[in-house]
């Protein structure tokens, strides 16, 4: 496993690049094949057999709703989480380089470019971070929704799915940014996060140092 530092730069050397053009992680290597994309990857995961506990429902038609869920996550959930996380977060790596730099910095990025020119160096607006939470708020709402349909306390029923596992970073972001708020009023998705957080994968999958709280004095609270 190779660690990359994103603040120096490493997603962007050539090395990496030759790997994933698109200057972002994860990327998986195995057997000397490319996976690229945490959905893909988690699904490429499964179809290798490496998972004990299947993580795909096994009726195709399941196996459906899942990846629309995944599909709804990446297309709503995963753009707005970035704006809040680079304004609360981020921004003060990039304040403190000159203009020249930013922008230097802004045109190495194949796929953020855009969204960091639209940052700047004074950060996303108001109305930006207001827009970006409301998507977060539409998407606990769609998760309350599907549990109650699914009857929990999985997105998918019983049996926890990789619907939950790609949708799990972005609340735990909100929550550590602070806006347990979003989902206040979702008594199911509180339910599906305490039971989340409360398991032993969870516990390992998020070490010491892997909040931003832990790595961002500023956003501790109290
Ligand atoms: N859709 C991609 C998004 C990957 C992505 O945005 N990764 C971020 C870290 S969470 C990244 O590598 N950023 C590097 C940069 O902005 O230069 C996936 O899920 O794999």
Redesign the pocket.
Known sequence: MEILD?FSGD??KPEYLSINPN????ALVHDGKIV????VIIEYLEDININHNPLRPPEPENAAKMRAMIRYF?EVA?PSVRIPSYNMAFLPHFQDLSVKEFIALAES?P??KDFLLKMGRTGFSEKDMNDSTAKIDATCNRMEVWLGESGGPFLLGKAISYADICIMPVIVRMQDLGRSDLWASNTKVIEWLKLIQSSATYEKTYCEGSLLSQVYPHLRNG
């Open positions: 994103l997603q962007l200057g972002v992680v994860p690229l994309d945490s959905s990446d995963g990025k796929l953020r």
